[in-house]
């Protein structure tokens, strides 16, 4: 019954849990170890702030490995990963992120104008093909090529792959024959890996270190003993950018449209702010508050206990994850007065905490992509608001629908656009 309430009504069963058993509980999951759910401030810092020794977020991930590669920033522990992210971290940072804000633009523009106008249509998916042309062409810094054409099909297929959690156990890689979804797989597996590689090379041959793109920032690190990048760390590091950095940027843009178009006043405010040209400080609060009233991904990378570890005046010993919930401690009325109302104001008052605003997880392991994630948020809610104006589909709020690891507005957060 807690397996079917985690994967069927997450969110809900989340509430119930916590009115029930209060801040802290265990969830128990079939076939894996418990799960300690937790939602105090102070013990999340204490999760965060753990030695890398004494709890393992990578091994929490580990079902992601045939998707994006052993060598992923989001698979490594202790030393390693560290390693890995000083590696990564300069791609998403200063020059690099103010030089692809007119790409990012560009690209919205081009996918805006395209969409229908004056009918009732999913913007999810709609939101799914620009964030994938963006991440491609921040990664690769060209919008054509004879490699981005295939690229965007396997790495669809990929992710369509990837979004049912079942098809990645290894039950499903026993299909007899040779044959089921797991041999598909492998096919688009390889085939986006030979492009990819194919990328690298091509890149090393002409010796392109140059420009904002994050696969030339990434050819150009080197370790702390001089040695560069290899060919499949860099293979890894692109294909964790490429398949994660665009699903969850188009659910977190379909939530904060679905949620704008129920609240009249937010909506209002908002394109006053944007037609105006200053409309930055609203903008950014209408975000950050998207991020807090619907986390994409409902929990912080779940840690691993390695070692005796005392959170919360609790000792837990090996085989449990303390799982840091971001849905419960984001929708704590403790923390934030009328929590499940969109007020963007919140955040004009005062920036988000540390440990009480974790759509991006925290400590060692804060998704790199944060920064560049809200930037391209920020440039495509603009231009769309700038160009059309925004309705429901439908009265009432949109349930919650489990897509892997991570939650979507149930029907895709029907929209009608209308042209300004």
Wanted: charged content about 25%.
């Amino acid at each position: 019954m807690q397996t079917f309430g985690w994967w069927a009504r997450p969110t809900g069963f989340l509430d119930r849990c916590r009115r029930r058993y209060g801040k802290r509980f265990t969830v128990r999951l079939a076939a894996q170890d418990p799960f300690i759910v937790i939602s105090d401030p102070a013990e999340i810092k204490q999760v965060f702030t753990a030695p890398p020794d004494v709890l393992h977020p990578g091994e929490g991930t580990r079902i992601l490995e045939p998707i994006v590669g052993p060598n992923s920033i989001l698979l490594l522990d202790e030393g390693a990963h560290m390693a890995q992210r000083k590696l990564v971290l300069p791609a998403f940072h200063g020059e690099r992120m103010r030089g692809l804000e007119s790409m990012i633009a560009e690209v919205t523009r081009e996918q805006i104008d395209s969409w229908p106008r004056d009918e009732l249509t999913p913007i999810h998916p709609r939101m799914q093909r620009l964030t994938l042309e963006v991440i491609l062409a921040a990664v690769f810094g060209v919008r054509t090529g004879e490699r981005l054409g295939p690229l965007r099909e396997s790495l669809t297929a990929m992710l369509d792959f990837g979004m049912n959690p079942l098809s990645l156990l290894p039950p499903a890689r026993r299909a007899p024959f040779g044959r089921g979804p797991w041999a598909r797989f492998l096919k688009v597996r390889a085939r986006t890996d030979e492009l990819i590689y194919g990328e690298i090379k091509d890149r090393r041959d002409r010796q392109d270190e140059g420009g904002s793109e994050i696969i030339n920032s990434l050819i150009a690190a080197y370790h702390e003993d001089g040695s560069p990048m290899s060919d499949v760390e860099i293979h890894d590091e692109l294909l964790t950018l490429l398949v994660a950095g665009h699903e969850t940027t188009a659910t977190q843009l379909a939530w904060t449209i679905e949620r704008l178009t129920r609240e009249p006043r937010v909506l209002s405010a908002l394109v006053e702010a944007v037609d105006e040209g200053e409309g930055d400080p609203y903008l950014t609060a209408v975000i950050r508050e998207s991020l807090r009233l619907r986390p994409v991904l409902l929990n912080a990378a779940p840690r691993t206990v390695k070692k005796p570890v005392e959170i919360g005046g609790i000792v837990y010993e090996p085989r449990v994850h303390m799982l840091a919930s971001a849905w419960l401690v984001q929708h704590d009325s403790d923390i934030y007065p009328e929590p499940y109302a969109f007020r963007p104001e919140r955040f004009l008052e005062s920036d988000p905490g540390t440990y009480t605003w974790i759509p991006f997880g925290g400590g060692r392991r804060r998704c790199v992509g944060a920064s560049f994630a809200q930037l391209e948020m920020a440039i495509v809610l603009r231009e769309l608001l700038r160009t059309t104006e925004i309705r429901a589909g439908a009265e009432g709020p949109e349930a919650t629908r489990r897509r892997a690891i991570t939650v979507t507005p149930g029907r895709g957060a029907e929209t009608i656009l209308t042209g300004r």
